[in-house]
Nanobody
Framework: QVQPVESGGGSVQVGGSLRLSCTAP????????MNWWRQAAGKQREWVSR???????SYAGAVKGRFTISRDKGKDTVYLQMNSLKPEDTAIYSC??????????????????WGQGTQVTVSS
């Protein structure tokens, strides 16, 4: 089972930047993709970005052009570089593997686990 651990959250002012990390041992060996999600207080969890096993990236409209997802296979780590942050980006950010784009269907998909999340707070 791939158990992600997120880090890198914090408090920044509007326009600032943060880089989140998601370390998931087994992520690379199982050819998983990785999704970033976020959940603001009182709101439903929303999808933010994805990187597939072949390196294809995709973004939600609200973050496109501001956020960049990348990975370091050697470290089993996926990053989310967040620039030009806005108050509406305030949320708990979590990562979870996905079998979208390939990878072990059970390990990356149906049996995937959530990380504990990392808080991002953007203040004006």
């Amino acid at each position: 089972q791939v158990q992600p651990v997120e880090s890198g959250g914090g408090s920044v002012q509007v326009g600032g930047s943060l880089r989140l990390s998601c370390t998931a041992p087994g992520f690379t060996s199982n050819s998983c993709g990785m999704n970033w999600w976020r959940q603001a207080a009182g709101k439903q969890r929303e999808w933010v970005s994805r990187i597939t096993t072949d390196g294809t990236t995709s973004y939600a409209g609200a973050v496109k052009g501001r956020f960049t997802i990348s990975r370091d296979k050697g470290k089993d780590t996926v990053y989310l570089q967040m620039n030009s942050l806005k108050p509406e980006d305030t949320a708990i950010y979590s990562c979870k593997t996905t079998a979208i784009g390939g990878g072990n269907v059970e390990t990356c998909g149906s049996k995937a686990s959530w990380g504990q999340g990392t808080q991002v707070t953007v203040s004006s």
